[in-house]
T-cell receptor
């Protein structure tokens, strides 16, 4: 079993929809939770970063972490065609040389 | 700032050939990483480095070697390329974790095909 499991997708939604992307994990040592966005044929770029449990909001994006359930989510409000990309969750702890463990990614398409 | 720059962007190799992928970062990051990304398998860590002159194995190190002679550069070598090494390779760098942040900054990738 993988340390990080991500909803596989693909996901296709109409413009303006609310999108929920989810990951579960098994390593209770993870303290840092990140979401990366990867456009086609590009490198991943950091979208959201959270530490421990709770919510973090940045514009149309909200990252949610529930450490008790080992579950993280990324919500996208008022989705736009420009949000079409692959979203990767990633997690890390303070003892592992800065390494992150990545989910396999969920590909999102937002249709105009 | 250029961030993380990978060279080359594309390459086709014949089985058994060797090559070196270069990664350069201008953010003075301590940590650098090489990942490969294959369809349906996410990002898998090949090797990483926690500072100049140091390297360590990641999840899938076989068939690859690395060197970090200068802080800003991290080289990935394939001594004898195999078709199974056809992939997209990403280099990344990150801050020291003394202050606890582990987000990585990625390069644009190198698309390698081994025929």
């Amino acid at each position: 079993q993988k340390e990080v499991e991500q909803d596989p997708g693909p996901l296709s939604v109409p413009e303006g929809a609310i999108v929920s992307l989810n990951c579960t994990y098994s390593n209770s040592a993870f303290q840092y939770f990140m979401w990366y966005r990867q456009y086609s044929r590009k490198g991943p770029e950091l979208l959201m970063y959270t530490y421990s449990s709770g919510n973090k909001e940045d514009g149309r994006f909200t990252a949610q972490v529930d450490k008790s359930s080992k579950y993280i989510s990324l919500f996208i409000r008022d989705s736009q065609p420009s949000d079409s990309a692959t979203y990767l969750c990633a997690m890390g702890d303070n003892t592992n040389a800065g390494k992150s463990t990545f989910g396999d990614g969920t590909t999102l398409t937002v249709k105009p | 700032n250029a961030g993380v720059t990978q060279t080359p962007k594309f390459r086709v190799l014949k089985t058994g050939q060797s090559m070196t992928l270069l990664c350069a970062q201008d953010m003075n990051h301590e940590y650098m990483y090489w990942y490969r990304q294959d369809p349906g398998m996410g990002l898998r860590l090949i090797h990483y480095s926690v500072g100049e002159g140091t390297t360590a194995k990641g999840e899938v190190p076989d068939g690859y070697n690395v060197s970090r002679l200068k802080k800003q550069n991290f080289l990935l070598g394939l001594e004898s390329a195999a078709p199974s090494q056809t992939s997209v390779y990403f280099c990344a760098s990150s801050y020291s974790t003394g202050g606890a942040r582990t987000e990585a900054f990625f390069g644009q990738g190198t698309r390698l095909t081994v025929v």
